[in-house]
C-alpha cells in the first residue's frame, strides 16, 4: 500500500486578501452607485412622460376661461385673488 501525504493548502497571503478585500469593496459602492443612478433616470422618465402628458392645446383657453370666470369677474363684489383664512 502506498501511503499519500495528504497536501493542505497554505493560507492566502495577508497582502493579497487586503487588496481583494478592497476591490471588492469598491465594487459593491461601484454598484450601488450604478443603481441609484438607474433608479433616479427613471424616476426622471416617469415624471417627464407624466408632467408632458398633460399638455394639451386646450390648456391656454381653459385656464383663461376658469381665470375669466372666478377672478376677473365682479359679480360677487369678491376679489378671488387672495386666499385668506377664515377663523
Do not use: G, H
Not at 11 to 29: C, T, V
Not at 34 to 45: H, K, S, V
Not at 72 to 77: G, Y
Amino acid at each position: 500500500m502506498t501511503k499519500r501525504r495528504s497536501r493542505r493548502p497554505r493560507p492566502p497571503d495577508p497582502k493579497f486578501l487586503r487588496k481583494q478585500r478592497d476591490e471588492r469593496l469598491k465594487e459593491i459602492k461601484m454598484w450601488a452607485i450604478i443603481r441609484e443612478i438607474l433608479f433616479y433616470a427613471f424616476f426622471l422618465c416617469i415624471l417627464i412622460v407624466i408632467s408632458y402628458r398633460s399638455v394639451s392645446n386646450n390648456s391656454y383657453s381653459y385656464k383663461k376661461t376658469m381665470t375669466q370666470v372666478f377672478i376677473e369677474t365682479n359679480d360677487t363684489k369678491k376679489s378671488f385673488d387672495k386666499v385668506c383664512i377664515v377663523v
